[in-house]
């Protein structure tokens, strides 16, 4: 049996609670929140303890395993205590908001008797995970083009007296916070970026990061590709990842496979459907993320399972951050 606890009671703690609750071997058995109130209200909701900080929690050997589920921002310092005391981290994305913070969460993972894990959490709806087989048993032939689109709307309320649209607490926005889910999928899909052209803009919102971009990769395998992503588009829009190759092609709406041509022939009855819709963080639900954590426990209990180390959940940070540096220039 692996027992959790969380850290930072807020909106996505919730989907943690009601996936580990669905897992046989975990048990959640505790949480803090630097807003004591918080904690206890999640305490009391999910009927288990809360205590008074972080460090309280690390104290408790009854806590195997912790899910870091607080502003981007406050990932890397928060992950690195947990693995000082030893216990397995479970980190929201992004990892963190830089390649140097996750760089330091890898090493203090080399010193930890406790693993890393990073949410990201649709690389296990079942499109992706068939999209990605497909692509790796090289039946759309060698990729050629990719489109990656997130046209998403968020509300100026949304931005307003939070965390969130801040450099040093949300690290990014369209790409960092909203889009990282799409960024990740596209370079799971396809690979590593190579190149990168972009224009990063904040045309929208009174807030600190993008709210619109735009970027042209070319791939390590020799593929290009584009994406587009906003936060400021009126009642915002599916995403769309579509990747062609030589051979074929597939396209994914949201968690569904909407397309897929193979040798030049649509390959009926392959559509998946999965819960959810990027356009509204409010209906992000457990499935996947149960997926997640579930293969992480079983990874833990020595299970030929493999999941988001910290080496593969810095991957979206990295294109997100060169994306910013090579659009520096363009920002206002
Ligand atoms: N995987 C997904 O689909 C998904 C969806 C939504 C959010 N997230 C991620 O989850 C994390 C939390 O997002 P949320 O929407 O739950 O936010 P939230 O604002 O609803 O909750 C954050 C919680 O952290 C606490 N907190 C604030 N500052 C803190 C600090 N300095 N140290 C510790 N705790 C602090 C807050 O009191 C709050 O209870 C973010 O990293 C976000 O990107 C992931």
């Known amino acids: 049996m692996k027992n959790f606890g969380i850290f930072g009671c807020g909106n996505i703690a919730n989907v943690h609670a009601m996936a580990i609750r669905s897992i046989s071997g975990a048990k959640l058995v505790g949480c803090a929140d630097v807003v004591m109130k918080a904690a206890a209200t999640f305490a009391e909701n999910y009927r288990i303890r809360y205590y008074d900080n972080l460090q309280h929690m690390l104290q408790d050997p009854e806590i195997d ?52 894990m990073v949410i990201s959490q ?28 997130m046209p998403y709307y968020r509300s100026e309320e949304y931005f307003h007296n939070s965390w969130r649209g801040t450099i040093k607490m949300d690290g990014g926005g369209a790409l960092m916070n909203q889009g990282i889910h799409g960024v990740d999928l596209l370079q799971y899909m396809v690979g590593r970026a190579k190149k990168i052209k972009s224009i990063v803009k904040t045309l929208a919102h009174n807030i600190e990061v993008e709210d619109a971009a735009v970027c042209a ?4 395998n020799g593929a290009v590709g584009v994406i587009q992503a906003t936060t400021a ?13 030589t051979n074929g092609c597939i396209f ?24 959810g819709n ?24 020595g299970q030929d399972y493999d999941y988001v180390d910290g080496p593969e959940g810095r991957k979206a940070v990295e294109i997100i951050e060169r994306i910013y540096w090579a659009g520096r220039e363009d920002r206002d």
């Open 65 to 116: 395993i912790v899910c870091v589920c607080t502003p981007n921002g406050t990932h890397a310092e928060i992950a690195i205590e947990v693995l000082k005391a030893d216990k397995h981290v479970i980190v929201e994305k992004p990892m963190a908001t830089t390649t140097i913070d996750c760089d330091k969460m890898i090493e203090a993972a080399k010193k930890s008797k406790g693993k890393i």
């Open 217 to 220: 990769l070319e791939f390590e």
């Open 252 to 275: 994914l709406r949201e968690n569904k496979l909407e397309k897929l041509i193979i040798d030049g022939e649509e390959q009926a009855g392959e559509l998946f459907i999965a819960k």
């Open 122 to 149: 649709l690389r296990m709806s079942n499109s992706v995970v068939r999209a990605k087989e497909i692509i790796e048993n090289g039946q759309i032939g060698k990729i050629i083009l990719c489109s990656l689109s």
């Open 278 to 301: 990027a356009n509204d963080a409010a209906l992000v639900t457990e499935e996947e993320h149960a997926k997640q954590i579930r293969r992480f426990v079983r990874a833990l209990e």
């Open 233 to 245: 588009v009126n009642p915002g829009f599916d995403r769309e990842i579509r990747i062609y190759g």
